[in-house]
């Protein structure tokens, strides 16, 4: 077992987590294109941005005892986005805006998820899909048992990778 401190924990988690949002963009938009959906070149940026926030939102659900190590994990996603400003200003606003989002996407995801379900999270699902897909706005499209299905599958492996990973540290 490796030893980290809360920073060094973080920084881990946060290469996770972008390794994990990368892997599920590409099998994601595969799968879209099975169903004749696409995401177009000007959703490809907020898709990005979504997949990322849901995985940090399942990295906050599986470590909700590591308080500090998820306050440095949220810390390096906020303060990232100053380095896509180009102004003084904008190096004030982007993280404002950035930590916003983050809290109001993980209110909507909390809201949903189903502590009684065993497993099946289709109401959370729904709300992911919304998210991802549709700048959070309902769409009868959406409701989709493929789209839910491969939503759920990432959830639950997700959380469980998350504690694997989490178990080969201990925090100093």
Not at 30 to 48: A, H, P
Request: charge should be positive.
């Amino acid at each position: 077992m490796k030893k980290v401190n809360h920073q060094q924990m973080a920084e881990r988690l946060w290469i996770f987590c972008k390794k994990f949002s990368k892997e599920f963009y590409n099998s994601f938009t595969k799968d879209l294109k099975k169903i004749d959906m696409e995401i177009n070149q000007k959703q490809q940026i907020n898709f990005s941005r979504e997949i990322v926030k849901m995985n940090l939102w399942i990295i906050s659900k599986a470590l909700t005892a590591d308080k500090k190590i998820l306050d440095e994990l949220h810390k390096i996603y906020i303060f990232g986005h100053a380095n896509l400003a180009e102004t003084g200003e904008d190096k004030i606003d982007f993280p404002k805006q950035a930590e916003k989002e983050l809290n109001e996407t993980y209110q909507k995801y909390y809201e949903t998820w189903d502590d009684n379900s065993g497993g099946n999270q289709s109401i959370l699902a729904l709300t992911i899909l919304e998210q991802l897909l549709n700048n959070g706005k309902p769409d009868k499209k959406l409701v989709n048992i493929m789209l839910f299905s491969l939503i759920n599958m990432h959830v639950l492996t997700t959380l469980k990778a998350v504690l694997d990973f989490r178990n080969n540290f201990e925090i100093k």
